[in-house]
């Protein structure tokens, strides 16, 4: 594959913008910019190298291939995501068209019924769909089979919005941001079966193609529809979406000069019917004689020629003309969720003078209605679409693209020299320039709090893609000597104050953006980059200012974001209990999103504490979650059948399962031990203190930097405590059991007695009883309990919410709460420590558990929060030299053939595939198959370290 591509047609591509595409999972797909290359297509992303320091990844060669069997790499003119972000459709110079799949890998089923897929990483990219118009990438480029047009299909799911922070206050001058949501039903055009999708595309001849998926697996299949009869040539055009279901093509013919707006049906076929069956049987299958295939109708609703080179003024006072110039660009505005949204047209010229059509429909009045019926005409009464000229928008500088926005509530007009307007679609006005407010009415964007695009200096044609959650741009340009991006984050151009009021509006704008990532399932690192600049921004200034208190505002600032990150999507940490903590472990995006927010801003800031109890929350919730569905796969494995009808094959499978748990057994055990260790360090601080022993303590351990009092006084936390213990007993009493019924049985086969040696063998050396400590953490919250609905007496509505949060998310104890620490220990040393071989809880180590006053810490100048030349990354886990796989808990000691991935965010490392400890025929299906694309933290993984 070393011959390389000569990328001679990248100029002559109209719209730059198709060269690049930023998906919501954070990949960014391009073509790559220099004039030659070995590889016609590059996949890069945003990564965490060392805790502080962001990259995008180095370039991964993706090549699209004519065939499978050739080395024949095309040059490539257009890539973009899906709105699901896992297809990549792909087109190149000759019209072939292509669609890769990321986050499967199809598999050559070796056994009946087996899948013929898994899923895995992001950056596994298959092929799965090729439609090859020309094979033949030696002969000339046929103009009439490009790609002028395209647009994926939306998603046939409601859709939860959060609605724009309002400002309410409270007593004439203080104010706070309330928070809410908004659910809207699918609109536009979708595919009827909600996880399937979908794409149009237009080529210059006029044939319109819809590609789409069938009722099961991943293939794609297609229709097509020319739009006449007549020769055309069709160099501009665009492709939107109704509310009432209607695809809107709007062209112009070169050879006719006509702009020609057509309206499409989608009859959709079997795959209607079969929709409404899947919802009561995912697994229906249509009758193949039943399967009647989609079918498009086409409508011509309009035509007209470009505006004249020169028009005369709108007010035609005094014969003035002014030059429009020629037509530059056609953009259809698809209409948004709203119920009175319309769709629009921009026809844009030379210019950078933009008109808008607006799609209506005009109803027949009553009298022409009367009038059908009495010359015996039918009527069916339905609605005429037409096409009405709205406005015109002068905008200056030269247009390179117009980008629709998610959801279409707004769209971007990218020039040529890197500036960007945003227009917002519910009321046509430019978002991203505003006047300056410290305290808005409402924050909904980026732009409320002060933010705009950076500044770009570019001297060839920009390539440029704008981030998920519009807080970061990259970009390169066409026929620059490197392939790498350069990324950037948006700039503080306004309410540039550090005073705490801007501190707070700035908090509450970036609460409300990693809420609106959250419900879009978009990644966050984007956002999390954005903040990072803004703090050392603040950060700088304070320091200029000679402020003696720059690193106590920075934290607050840090816990403040978290904290409104929390009330955005009115995630209410005090209101959890021992009932609902099945919820927060099994199916709670929000709880790992939100932790993982606390990680990383606790890493960035290097405050190891908060970064510490959420890293060590997020292990909790990943080892019971593996518990849970290990459990629950023994024990419907054992009540099929009794001891005595065991087979090998069963003691296989139990065994793998057991094995697959023992790393996260320890874990758990050596986290107890630790958090037992500190308490036991804190106690004879304390009473050594209280009888006044001057004696000095070598250790580093005191109450301001435990992770255990926080932990312990944080009721998520502290569930999570107890729930993973009563998991560890439940499991032991299930496999004591086990072990007796299969020994008396005589079927105690190797592979069963191999692993639960293991498992007992762990268990026996813990320096510490497990249900003690059980006892202490239920004694911990009853007390709790009692101590906070006394304090909280009097106290106004959401008090208590404001201490849970200080205690979790910045790990410091309120001043109300100031004598509860002592309170825990004096409880600690009365009912545990007697009880406990002292000497051995002391001395045992608990240090390859990486946390706490055991973290080794790598300092990192926190300043350096970019590179724009890709570095390695330093492994969050690592102990001696190896890897810890973060997920399994176990040292990964690599081999040749040893495949790893990474986390883009918390740096964890986990193998990619479940070793076998005992050969086993058939695959057996592990608990890990959860974390298969994201990792613990919720951030995907990347395969290859």
């Not at 996949?43 to 090549?63: H, R």
Request: contains cysteine.
């Amino acid at each position: 594959m070393d011959k390389q591509i000569t990328n001679r047609h990248l100029q002559e591509v109209t719209k730059t913008s198709n060269l690049i595409s930023w998906s919501r999972n954070g990949f960014i797909a391009y073509i790559p910019p220099t004039s030659t290359s070995k590889d016609n297509l590059l996949l890069t992303y945003l990564e965490n190298i060392n805790g502080v320091t962001w990259q995008l990844s180095k370039p991964l060669p993706i090549n699209v291939k004519i065939d499978n069997n050739g080395n024949t790499l095309p040059q490539l003119s257009l890539v973009s995501w899906s709105t699901l972000s896992t297809d990549l459709a792909i087109c190149d110079i000759y019209g072939n068209f292509y669609i890769l799949l990321a986050g499967v890998a199809l598999l050559e089923p070796t056994l009946p019924n087996a899948p013929n897929f898994e899923l895995t990483s992001y950056n596994h990219m298959e092929m799965i769909y090729r439609d090859i118009i020309n094979p033949d990438i030696n002969s000339p480029v046929n103009p009439g089979a490009s790609v002028v047009a395209f647009k994926w299909l939306n998603t046939e799911k409601p859709q939860i919005l959060n609605k724009p922070a309002n400002k309410v206050t409270i007593d004439g001058s203080s104010f706070v941001y309330a928070y809410g949501v908004n659910q809207f039903q699918a609109h536009g055009v979708c595919h009827p079966i909600a996880t399937k999708q979908g794409i149009f595309i237009l080529r210059k001849n006029g044939q319109l193609m819809l590609y789409y998926q069938g009722e099961h697996k991943v293939e794609y299949y297609k229709v097509v529809l020319d739009l006449g009869d007549e020769f055309q040539n069709i160099e501009k055009a665009s492709i939107g979406f109704t509310n009432d279901k209607q695809v809107i093509v709007t062209t112009w013919d070169s050879i006719s000069n006509n702009i020609t707006t057509y309206s499409i049906d989608v009859n959709w076929g079997f795959l209607a019917e079969s929709a409404k069956q899947q919802k009561l049987n995912a697994h229906y299958h249509t009758p193949k004689e039943a399967q009647k295939p989609p079918k498009l109708t086409l409508k011509k609703i309009h035509q007209m020629k470009p505006m004249e080179f020169y028009q005369e003024e709108e007010d035609g006072s005094n014969g003035e003309t002014f030059h429009i110039g020629e037509l530059s660009s056609i953009d259809v505005i698809s209409s948004n969720p709203d119920t009175n949204s319309k769709l629009s047209i921009l026809i844009t010229y030379d210019s950078s003078i933009i008109y808008r059509y607006v799609l209506e429909n005009n109803s027949v009045s009553d009298a022409f209605t009367n009038l059908g019926a009495e010359k015996n005409v039918q009527w069916n009464g339905n609605e005429t679409p037409t096409v009405t000229l709205k406005n015109r928008i002068i905008r200056k500088g030269e247009i390179e693209a117009i980008t629709a926005g998610f959801l279409d509530y707004n769209f971007t007009i990218i020039y040529k020299n890197g500036t960007v307007d945003v227009i917002d679609t519910t009321n046509w006005t430019i978002i991203n320039h505003q006047v300056e407010d410290n305290s808005p009415q409402q924050i909904s964007t980026i732009y409320d709090i002060g933010f705009d695009f950076p500044k770009i200096d570019n001297t060839k044609p920009l390539i440029m893609a704008v981030s998920p959650n519009m807080s970061c741009i990259v970009h390169t340009e066409i026929y620059t000597d490197s392939p790498n991006l350069t990324i950037k984050t948006f700039e503080r151009v306004k309410n540039k104050k550090v005073d705490p009021q801007e501190l707070y509006t700035t908090a509450v704008g970036f609460g409300f953006r990693h809420a609106y990532a959250l419900y879009t399932s978009a990644g966050s690192d984007d956002l999390i980059l954005l903040i990072q600049s803004e703090i050392q921004r603040i950060r700088n200034v304070l320091t200029q200012q000679d402020n003696k208190s720059v690193e106590t505002i920075v934290q607050n600032f840090v816990g403040s974001i978290v904290s409104e990150s929390h009330k955005a999507i009115n995630f209410l940490v005090d209101q959890y209990s021992k009932e609902s903590i099945d919820k927060l472990l099994s199916n709670n995006a929000s709880l790992q999103k939100l932790l993982s927010l606390q990680y990383i801003l606790g890493e960035v800031e290097q405050n190891y504490k908060i970064s510490d109890i959420s890293w060590t929350v997020m292990n909790l919730r990943s080892a019971s979650l593996g518990i849970m569905f290990s459990l629950s796969s023994i024990y419907r494995q054992v009540t099929k059948k009794k001891p005595s009808e065991d087979t090998f094959q069963d003691s296989v499978t139990r065994a793998e399962c057991i094995s697959s748990l023992l790393g996260n057994f320890k874990w758990m055990i050596d986290l107890m031990t630790y958090l037992n260790q500190e308490l036991l360090q804190l106690s004879n601080m304390k009473n050594n203190n209280n009888n006044n022993n001057t004696s000095s303590s070598d250790s580093n351990l005191n109450i301001s930097n435990s992770i255990a009092i926080p932990m312990i006084m944080g009721k998520v936390p502290r569930l999570f405590l107890m729930y993973s213990i009563t998991s560890m007993g439940r499991t032991h009493e299930i496999l004591k059991k086990l072990n007796k019924d299969l020994a008396e049985a005589n079927k105690l086969f190797t592979p069963m007695k191999e692993s639960l040696t293991r498992y007992f063998t762990i268990c026996n050396n813990a320096p510490l009883t497990v249900n003690l400590f059980e006892n202490y953490l239920r004694e911990c919250d009853a007390l709790m309990t009692k101590e906070l609905s006394t304090r909280l007496l009097g106290k106004e509505k959401g008090y208590s919410l404001k201490l849970e949060q200080k205690i979790i998310c910045q790990g410091e104890i309120p001043d109300d709460l100031k004598d509860i620490p002592n309170m825990l220990l004096d409880r600690y040393a009365v009912n545990t420590t007697r009880e406990m071989k002292l000497s051995d809880l002391y001395f045992y180590d608990t240090a390859w558990l990486n946390i706490g006053v055991n973290r080794r810490n790598d300092r990192v100048d926190i300043g350096q929060v970019l590179n724009q030349t890709p570095k390695k990354l330093i492994p969050r886990w690592l102990v001696d030299g190896h890897c810890v796989d973060t997920l399994r808990k176990i040292f990964i000691f690599e081999e040749k053939d040893t495949v790893l991935r990474k986390c883009t965010r918390c740096r964890a490392v986990s193998l990619v595939g479940d070793y076998q400890v005992f050969d086993s025929p058939t695959p057996i299906g592990s608990w890990t198959m959860v974390f298969q694309r994201n990792c613990i933290c919720g951030n995907p993984w990347v395969n290859g370290v």
